[in-house]
């Protein structure tokens, strides 16, 4: 089978979807390409140059190269901006050059699962599409009546409806959650007959628990490196120190949680905005991005992983390492933290500290972190999910799937 997935941007040191799906895929010995535009991640966020620009530096997406990452090929394209969105030049040419059996977007609506609907007829493909969008970073998913405002009107002409026409030619929408689900079927014009809810998932190659007395020993290292002692818990987030992310409540909790006399800390692997403010609250150490690859080893390291606003990736990476999660309590894939984590009001400084304090026992930050770890491993694997989809891909081509249309 040979499978294309299509992704707006691509950075090498990330653990994002359009770098791990095709590993996996690869590894179970499919033919996949992947082919980006030159363009790095969260390049239309505002200040992200500044936040990433060090991580992501080393890296030049240059186009017309192509080059295997991990058993799969990597194609950049170049881009180009219409209508306000980047839109890939040369996807028809190279998808006749490449001439896959199945086509995988990594977004239901938008220039690269429209381009990717219009090319389809002339190569036979099965189309496949993915929504990643919650709720929390859709404002008009949490308004009143939206579709009756400005910004329910625009998003219905600009999203709803190319979304609904792009749904015609593709076989399955899959969604993260079931936020995303409901925000792909209310705004993107997708049809709940095409959604199938499947997670993102974690590269358990990587992310695992401590096993053995070599992890012990790079753990105990890696907390001497950073300034922190054995007896003290340790609070770990990773990701963007933005206002949207808002790390920096977490920095204040474990301020307050030690000026009462209890042995916290709180370590912050990322960069951004809120640096500053974190680096001066007392039990705070704030360390660069580091890749991937790396990024267990600090999981490992800590006791608790805190992600205070909005979803992230990490959080399911954090609890294949084996520690416990703590999220807001607006999430809405609570499949994520049920048996291995807890909420905490969003924002609310003395809410965080309280549930922080609550895991003050080794013996239950154990228990959820086994928990988690185990059900990472058996439900939210990058394997499984792999399986799984190739099952569904090979359903298509087969013609056994249920009719979706």
């Not at 990330?14 to 996949?32: D, F, H, S, T, W």
């Not at 609907?117 to 969008?133: E, M, N, Q, V």
């Not at 703590?326 to 609310?348: H, P, S």
Request: hydrophobic share 40%; with cysteine.
């Amino acid at each position: 089978m040979k499978i294309v997935i299509l992704s707006e941007t691509f950075a090498e040191n990330m653990g994002y979807i359009q770098n791990l799906l095709p590993k996996y895929l690869a590894l179970r010995g499919e033919e996949v390409h992947v082919i980006s535009m030159n363009l790095a991640p969260y390049y239309q966020v505002q200040g992200a140059k500044s936040i990433y620009s060090e991580f992501l530096g080393c890296e030049e997406l240059r186009v017309g190269s192509e080059r295997e990452i991990d058993g799969f090929t990597l194609h950049v394209l170049d881009h180009k901006k219409q209508i306000g969105y980047m839109r890939m030049v040369g996807l028809r040419e190279k998808l006749h050059e490449i001439h896959p059996d199945i086509v995988q977007t990594g977004a239901a609506v938008g220039w690269i699962p429209l381009d990717a609907a219009l090319i389809k007829p002339s190569l036979g493909y099965k189309l496949f599409a993915d929504t990643h969008y919650h709720a929390s970073v859709f404002p008009l998913a949490s308004t009143r009546h939206p579709m009756v405002t400005l910004q329910g009107l625009g998003c219905f002409v600009a999203r709803a409806v190319p979304g609904y026409l792009i749904s015609l030619a593709t076989e399955k929408c899959y969604a993260v959650s079931v936020d995303c689900a409901d925000v792909a079927s209310r705004f993107f014009g997708v049809p709940e007959r095409k959604i199938d809810i499947c997670p993102l998932g974690v590269d358990t190659l990587l992310f695992s628990p401590i096993r053995d007395e070599d992890g012990k020993r790079k753990r105990q290292e890696l907390r001497k490196q950073l300034g922190f002692s054995d007896n003290e818990i340790v609070c770990v987030y990773s990701g963007r120190f933005t206002v949207e992310k808002n790390p920096l409540v977490l920095a204040q909790a474990v301020e307050k949680l030690i000026s009462n006399g209890h042995p916290y800390r709180a370590l912050f692997v990322g960069n951004g905005p809120q640096a500053e403010s974190i680096r001066q609250c007392k039990g705070a150490v704030v360390h660069a991005f580091v890749p991937v690859h790396e990024l267990a080893t600090y999981f490992r390291a800590g006791d608790i992983g805190v992600w205070p606003r909005q979803e992230s990736m990490s959080m399911l990476d954090a609890a294949a390492c084996g520690i416990p999660i703590v999220v807001n309590d607006t999430l809405i894939a609570t499949e994520r933290i049920e048996g291995n984590g807890l909420k905490y009001k969003q924002n609310d400084v003395d809410d965080l500290t309280r549930v922080l304090l609550s895991l003050a026992s080794l013996e239950l930050r154990r228990s959820l972190g086994t928990h988690g770890a185990e059900k990472m491993k058996n439900h939210f694997s990058w394997e499984a999910i792999a399986d799984r989809r190739l099952r569904d891909y090979q359903n298509s081509l087969n013609g056994h799937g249920r009719s979706l249309r």
